[in-house]
Nanobody, 127 residues
C-alpha cells in the first residue's frame, strides 16, 4: 500500500506555470504506475498524464500535450507534473494516483485502473 500527498496547486494567470508534486510512502513506490488526474465541477475525472513504473512510458491527454510534463524520481518517491502555458480550462482539482502494475496492459492510464489516491490540490487559472 502507498499513501500519496499532493502539493503545488494554487491560483495562476493564463499563460503561467505551476509544478505539482506528489510524495509517496512505502518501499515499493518504484514499482507503481503513477498518474495525475483532474476533475472540474460537473465533469468526470480524467487522466491528464501518467507514467509507467520504469519511467520509460508516458501518456498525455490531447489537451495538455506540449504543455504538461510528467516525471518521477523513484529514489525520492516523488512524481511531478510541470504545467506550462496554463489555460482557464485547466482549472480543476488535481489528484495524484498510483497502482502496482508490473505487467503492461492496454489503456493502463484509465481512471478505474488506479488504486491509491491523494486528497487532491486545487489549480485555478484566471483569464
Amino acid at each position: 500500500q502507498v499513501q500519496l500527498v499532493e502539493s503545488g496547486g494554487g491560483l495562476v494567470q493564463a499563460g503561467g506555470s505551476l509544478r505539482l508534486s506528489c510524495a509517496g510512502s512505502g518501499s515499493t513506490f518504484s514499482s507503481y504506475d503513477m498518474g495525475w488526474f483532474r476533475q472540474a465541477p460537473g465533469k468526470e475525472r480524467e487522466c491528464v498524464a501518467a507514467i509507467r513504473w520504469s519511467g520509460k512510458i508516458t501518456y498525455y491527454t490531447d489537451s495538455v500535450k506540449g504543455r504538461f510534463t510528467i516525471s518521477r524520481d523513484n529514489a525520492k518517491n516523488m512524481v511531478y507534473l510541470q504545467m506550462n502555458s496554463l489555460k482557464p480550462e485547466d482549472t480543476a482539482v488535481y489528484y495524484c494516483a498510483g497502482v502496482y502494475r508490473p505487467v503492461y496492459e492496454l489503456n493502463w492510464y484509465r481512471v478505474s485502473s488506479f488504486e491509491y489516491w491523494g486528497q487532491g490540490t486545487q489549480v485555478t487559472v484566471s483569464s
